[in-house]
C-alpha cells in the first residue's frame, strides 16, 4: 500500500511560470514532511521540510502548503528555471520510527527555457 | 560539516557474483543510517536501516544483506547477485530520525 501518493508524474513548465507538485497521505501519526530534488545520476537532496503545526513554509522560491484535515501538502516552486528541472520526491515519517521514511514516486518536473 | 560517501560509484556483476558496497558518514557519530534502493524511474524504497553498531533491520526479505561493522560504516552486501538486483543503491544518515541526508549513490548493474 502506498503510504504517500504524489501527483502529477510529470509537469512541464515555461521558465518563470510556478510548478506545483501535490501529495497525499493516510497515517495521520506523520510528523515530517520533507520534499526532496533530484538530479539525474545523483543522490536525492533535502530541498524543504514541514511540520503538522504549521500550514506553510517557504525558503527563496520553494514553498511548502500543509493541510492538515485534508492530508495533503504540496511543494510550489515560484518563477521556476531550468536549473529547477529535476526529479521532485515528496515523504513522510513519524520521528518514533527512527526516521522511516515513506517516499512517493516522484515528478520529473523541466522547465522550458 | 557532514559528509557522506559512497563506493564505487558504478558497478557491473554477472549474476551468481557476490556484492559489496560501502557507506561512510564523517563528522558525526552514532548516527542512524540506511540503504535504499532506487528502479529506473521509480520510487525509493528502504531496505535496512541501522541505530548502532551491529543493529540492522530489515524492511524488504530479499537476496541483500547489510553490516555496520563500524560507528559510522554500513555495507550492503548479496552473496549471490539476481538479475533483478539492479538499481541504484543510496544510502543515507540521520540524527535526530528526521532530516535524512542522502550519498552520491551507486549504479549496480546485474548482467
Known amino acids: 500500500q502506498q503510504q504517500v501518493k504524489q501527483s502529477p508524474q510529470s509537469l512541464i513548465v515555461q521558465k518563470g511560470g510556478i510548478s506545483i507538485i501535490n501529495c497525499a497521505y493516510e497515517n495521520t501519526a506523520f510528523d515530517y514532511f520533507p520534499w526532496y530534488q533530484q538530479f539525474p545520476g545523483k543522490g536525492p537532496a533535502l530541498l524543504i521540510a514541514i511540520r503538522p503545526d504549521v500550514s506553510e513554509k517557504k525558503e527563496g522560491r520553494f514553498t511548502i502548503s500543509f493541510n492538515k484535515s485534508a492530508k495533503q501538502f504540496s511543494l510550489h516552486i515560484m518563477d521556476s528555471q531550468p536549473g529547477d528541472s529535476a526529479t521532485y520526491f515528496c515523504a513522510a515519517s513519524r520521528g518514533s520510527t527512527l526516521g522511516r521514511l515513506y517516499f512517493g514516486r516522484g515528478t520529473q518536473l523541466t522547465v522550458w527555457p | 560539516s557532514q559528509t557522506i560517501h559512497q563506493w564505487p560509484a558504478t558497478l557491473v556483476q554477472p549474476v551468481g557474483s557476490p556484492l559489496s558496497l560501502e557507506c561512510t558518514v564523517e563528522g558525526t557519530s552514532n548516527p542512524n543510517l540506511y540503504w535504499y534502493r532506487q528502479a529506473a524511474g521509480r520510487g525509493l524504497q528502504l531496505l535496512f536501516y541501522s541505530v548502532g553498531i551491529g543493529q540492522i533491520s530489515s524492511e524488504v526479505p530479499q537476496n541483500l544483506s547489510a553490516s555496520r561493522p563500524q560507528d559510522r560504516q554500513f555495507i550492503l552486501s548479496s552473496k549471490k547477485l539476481l538479475l533483478s538486483d539492479s538499481g541504484f543503491y543510496l544510502c543515507?544518515?540521520?540524527?535526530?530520525?528526521?532530516?535524512?541526508?542522502f550519498g552520491p549513490g551507486t549504479r549496480l548493474t546485474v548482467t
Open positions: 543515507a544518515w540521520s540524527k535526530d530520525s528526521y532530516e535524512q541526508y
